[in-house]
């Protein structure tokens, strides 16, 4: 067992939804690198699990995606 990091993770560009199971307060962030997997990730998760869209990852900003 380590010590644990200090350094807060980057993340990758791309698109991010949250996952989480019913009446949870934390849940995962999941990565998909294009919308269409975005899409696809939502679709399969919410069959079983709440989700929420974070937005699109640019160069460390989080933007909305307008049309989702």
């Known amino acids: 067992m380590g010590r ?3 350094k807060p ?6 698109y991010y939804i949250e996952v989480r ?5 934390s849940g ?3 990565h998909r690198e294009t919308k269409r997997q975005l899409l696809l ?3 399969e998760y919410e069959k079983s ?3 929420t869209v974070l937005g699109k990852l ?3 900003k989080m ?4 049309d989702l």
């Not at 933007?63 to 307008?66: C, L, R, V, Y």
């Open 4 to 6: 644990p990091a200090t």
């Open 9 to 14: 993770t980057e993340l990758r560009d791309g």
């Open 21 to 25: 199971n019913k009446n949870q307060k």
């Open 28 to 30: 995962i962030k999941i």
């Open 41 to 43: 990730a939502i679709e």
């Open 49 to 51: 699990k709440d989700v």
């Open 58 to 60: 640019k160069n460390g």
């Open 63 to 66: 933007e909305a995606i307008p």
